[in-house]
């Protein structure tokens, strides 16, 4: 199986350990990266590295284009790219819940939208967005991203409807907490305690997080739709 896939913020973090899963599993990969330059480890791997902000329409539509020259339209899409602003609501900013809006759910809309036009003309494809525990759950702190994370749910529920039909799946993974450069921000103390509320005790690896995605993009998961799947160590229980 060698498909044309598409990981969006695959440049580092759980994008980049999606990007490298899907590269060894022989697929075609490409991944977008906003800022830097793009990981020796996945260029060694054959893997193309798109310069794209998802907040931008034309450079979502340049990127696009790229990947489709040099790999056939995109067949598997991981929207991935994400960010956080936290604050407490009283002191949070209009541009704090804008941006992170703008980035995790239209973003999302943009890639997805764009990607869509292939799959329709193929009549399948496979996307998976990646949402998170505190989505569902919610956290302090985080009204912004969680409200951006929710909507996925939402998104990718209504698309799983809409575009069922073309032999097109969307389903969701919400990981809980991973070691990432996110989470690695995070005050020490606030580290302990959300430790302390995972029932296997640990931060997920970010290739805890791939194999899940791998899976859903998978033969093995051509029935699964509108689907939201936990990797959260047992965090999110009940949501
Ligand atoms: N880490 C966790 O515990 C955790 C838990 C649940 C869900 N998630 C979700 O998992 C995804 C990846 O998280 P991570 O922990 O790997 O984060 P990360 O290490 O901070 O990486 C974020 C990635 O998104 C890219 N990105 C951000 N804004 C972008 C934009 N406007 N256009 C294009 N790319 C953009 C970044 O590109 P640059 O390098 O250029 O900034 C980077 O590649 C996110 O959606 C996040 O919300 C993470």
């Not at 799959?119 to 991203?145: D, E, P």
């Not at 302390?196 to 993009?217: D, M, T």
Request: charged share 25%; proline share 3%; with cysteine.
């Amino acid at each position: 199986m060698s498909r044309s896939v598409l990981v969006t913020g695959g440049n580092r973090g759980i994008g980049l350990a999606i990007a490298r899963a899907f590269a060894q599993a022989g697929d075609k990969v490409a991944y977008t990266y906003r800022s830097g330059e793009p990981p020796a480890e996945l260029t060694d791997l054959g893997c193309l590295a798109v310069r794209c902000d998802i907040t931008d329409s034309e450079q979502v539509e340049q990127a696009y284009k790229e990947v489709e020259e040099r790999h056939g339209p995109v067949e598997v899409l991981v929207a991935n790219a994400g960010i956080t602003k936290d604050q407490l609501l009283m002191r949070m900013s209009e541009e704090d819940f804008t941006s992170v809006i703008d980035t995790n759910l239209t973003g999302t809309f943009r890639v997805v939208k764009r990607a869509n036009k292939g799959m329709l003309r193929a009549r399948k494809g496979r996307v998976v967005l990646i949402s998170s525990v505190v989505g569902l759950a919610g956290q302090a702190g985080q009204a912004n991203y969680s409200a951006s994370k929710a909507a996925l749910v939402g998104f990718a529920r209504s698309l799983a409807r809409e575009l069922g039909s073309r032999s097109i799946t969307f389903n969701v993974v919400a990981p809980g907490f991973v070691d990432t450069d996110m989470t690695r921000d995070l005050p020490e103390e606030t580290r302990d305690d959300l430790l302390s509320k995972i029932p296997l005790g640990r931060y997920a690896a970010v290739e805890e997080i791939a194999g899940v995605v791998r899976f859903l993009s998978s033969d093995e998961a051509s029935y699964i739709t509108g689907a939201v799947i936990p990797v959260d160590g047992g965090l999110g229980m009940g949501h």
